[in-house]
């Protein structure tokens, strides 16, 4: 238990006998008081546990292991040379139960120079004022707001000016 959750659990038990108020409680590790009243509530269910971080000790999902990305990546140059990181993660997981999300696979693939990164174009929106839709006779493509154009008998005041 580091220095400051030490310090966290003496004002929990303090404020735990009554001896000061929530706010004094919060302002002592500069907490805010909203996260001072959840660290209170999650010490009156865990006890002294509830001021060490709860992930503490346990493995991150970010790596893989070493063995399992340098078997994934053998496998991909000898069998799946041709494949994209889509298709050769189906065809790893299928073949050689070896699991890896495709975006994993990717970076492996481009890391060992099997797979070049793709670089997306931005797309492109054509900007056309409000209603440009609407202004132009479907049939002709002719402007439906030029003076003098007329629909039987139909006013040539363009009503979507």
């Not at 494949?83 to 790893?92: K, N, S």
Request: net charge positive; aromatic share 8%.
């Amino acid at each position: 238990m580091s220095e400051k959750e030490r310090d966290r659990l003496k004002v929990l038990h303090e404020v735990g006998e009554g001896y000061l108020k929530q706010r004094q409680g919060a302002e002592q590790p500069g907490m805010s008081e909203r996260g001072f009243r959840k660290l209170l509530k999650r010490f009156r269910s865990n006890n002294d546990s509830a001021v060490v971080y709860a992930l503490r000790g346990r493995r991150s999902n970010r790596g893989i292991a070493e063995e399992t990305a340098t078997k994934a990546v053998e496998a991909v140059k000898r069998e799946y040379r041709d494949f994209g990181p889509t298709l050769a993660a189906e065809y790893l997981d299928k073949d050689l139960q070896i699991s890896l999300s495709r975006e994993t696979l990717r970076q492996l693939m481009i890391r060992e120079g099997i797979w070049k990164a793709k670089h997306r174009r931005s797309v492109g929106y054509m900007c056309r004022g409000r209603g440009a839709a609407v202004r132009v006779n479907w049939c002709s493509g002719i402007p439906a707001c030029k003076p003098g154009w007329k629909i039987g008998g139909a006013s040539p005041r363009c009503r979507f000016r």
